[in-house]
T-cell receptor, first 111, second 115 residues
């Protein structure tokens, strides 16, 4: 069983739609949760991070964590064509900075 | 966020030769650097973790004699792929963190093609 499961998609939505991405993890020792955006042939860019259950909002992005279900989500509101990219969830334990990544979901926002 | 610069962005080399990839933290001191490998349409796989002045810690299944990692200064780590073969062709990405930033920042990646 992989440590982090993420549906690779692809996901195609019209401009202005809400994009919903999610990951599940198996080990309750994971306490830190990140979302990265990766454009083609580029390194990942940290979008959001959260360390507790609940919601965290940053502009059009909302990260949601449910530790009891071991489920994390990222929502993108009012999606734009420039949001077209691969989104990777990543998790780690509190005393270890090594990241475990999901497979990444490829998102296309159609103009 | 902090800036991590990786060089070169693309490299093509012949089988049997060695290739060095550099990872620099431009505006912070990187106490820890990580090296990842990414296959097309796949996720990032951690290869090794290096702390400045110490030997790198390699993940299971990664050949330390093939992928030489040096982290001699607080702003520079290098990955050398020795005696490269076509199966080593991949996208290599580094990340770096200091004691102030909770999370690591990634470089732009290096696409290695071995012919």
């Amino acid at each position: 069983q992989k440590e982090v499961e993420q549906d690779p998609g692809p996901l195609s939505v019209p401009e202005g739609a809400i994009v919903s991405l999610n990951c599940t993890y198996s080990n309750s020792a994971f306490q830190y949760f990140m979302w990265y955006r990766q454009y083609s042939r580029k390194g990942p860019e940290l979008l959001m991070y959260t360390y507790s259950s609940g919601n965290k909002e940053d502009g059009r992005f909302t990260a949601q964590v449910d530790k009891s279900s071991k489920y994390i989500s990222l929502f993108i509101r009012d999606s734009q064509p420039s949001d077209s990219a691969t989104y990777l969830c990543a998790i780690r334990q509190s005393n270890d900075y090594k990241l475990s990544f999901g497979a990444g979901t490829t998102v296309t926002v159609r103009a | 966020g902090a800036v991590v610069s990786q060089h070169p962005s693309r490299v093509i080399c012949k089988s049997g030769t060695s290739v060095k990839i550099e990872c620099r933290s431009l505006d912070f001191q990187a106490t820890t650097m990580f090296w990842y490998r990414q296959f097309p349409k796949k996720s990032l796989m951690l290869m090794a973790t290096s702390n400045e002045g110490s030997k790198a810690t390699y993940e299971q299944g990664v050949e330390k004699d093939k992928f030489l990692i040096n982290h001699a200064s607080l702003t520079l780590s290098t990955l050398t792929v020795t005696s490269a073969h076509p199966e080593d062709s991949s996208f290599y990405i580094c990340s770096a963190r200091d004691t102030l930033n909770t999370e690591a920042f990634f470089g732009q990646g290096t696409r290695l093609t071995v012919v």
